[in-house]
């Protein structure tokens, strides 16, 4: 459901093979397709976390968001990004890359973040996977792990919009 | 994408305060560390502060950076948090309680309660 209440702690991990955005209140068929969709590759370095987080925040304004929304899918987006160039940075083999998708969906603005092998694990340096999460958790209505079609691991999440923002 | 963001420093005999401007991340997290090199030569009983209130921007990078000079500089540390982003932060990373914030207007030299 796209406006269930906001709790602190929704970060579920589900393992799927893909990306499935189907809304899950039963009205997919009434549903028109997103006009608005971004589609974005970074270098998995530390530079281009900035550079993902402005494109995000960017859509999101493009797309009718609130302010707070904005501030949110901006924040979101760096830690999930940061946390791949981390272990982009720990790990041996660099040079990955780094997907941003968004699209505006029926009640609601879906953001991705995903790499291209090594997928989000907690950090070498102890500091742990856990507070980017944490926050992102925090940030998103819905935040789902999902399994990525390189191999990698995707974190999609999901920020509640206004129905008319997306009836349009 | 150019990222703008600054460090300078004020000195007083008693307090050493840092003020970084911009967006704070794990671009320019390195920067604001390396300030802190010479804020430790400065002396054991100089109070540090690190003023945020001219971050545009800052997420867990910043968050960590905070909480590493708070373990390197026990009870010396200050942090001054000026902007709602930073404020918001703070709350949902559940990082408040673990860091010593003081109010713009606090006399850093108070001792902590």
Known sequence: ???????????????????????????????????????????A??????????????FATRAGASQKTVNAVKLAVSEAVTNIVA??????????LIHLEANLAPGELQ????????GLRPRSNGRGLG???????????????LQGATGG?????????PASTTES | MAESFSVRSERTATVHRVIPTGELDIATAPILEREFDAA????????????????????????????????????????????PAVERLLDLSGVRSRLPIISPDADPLTPLA
């Not at chain 1, 530390?46 to 494109?55: H, K, L």
Request: hydrophobic share 45%; no cysteine.
């Open chain 1, 131 to 145: 507070l980017g999460l944490a926050i992102i958790g925090e940030l998103a209505d819905k935040v789902e792990l």
């Open chain 1, 153 to 161: 691991l995707r974190v999609l999440m999901r920020f509640a919009m």
């Open chain 1, 111 to 118: 953001v991705s973040v995903s790499d291209t092998g090594r």
């Open chain 1, 45 to 58: 370095v530390p530079e281009s976390v900035a550079a993902a987080r402005t494109i995000a925040a960017e």
């Open chain 2, 40 to 83: 430790q030569v400065a002396g054991e009983d100089v109070v540090i502060v690190v003023d945020l209130t001219e971050l545009a921007f800052m997420d867990s990078s910043g968050l960590n950076v905070l909480l590493q000079l708070n373990d390197r500089f026990p009870n010396r540390l200050r942090v001054i948090n000026g902007s």
């Open chain 1, 1 to 43: 459901m796209a406006n269930e209440p906001r709790t602190g702690d929704r970060v579920s991990a589900s393992w799927q093979s893909g990306f499935d955005d189907a809304a899950d209140d039963g009205t997919a068929s009434a549903e028109v397709p997103a006009a608005l969709v971004l589609f974005e590759t970074y270098l």
């Open chain 1, 87 to 96: 272990h982009a940075y720990t790990d041996t083999a660099q040079g990955g």
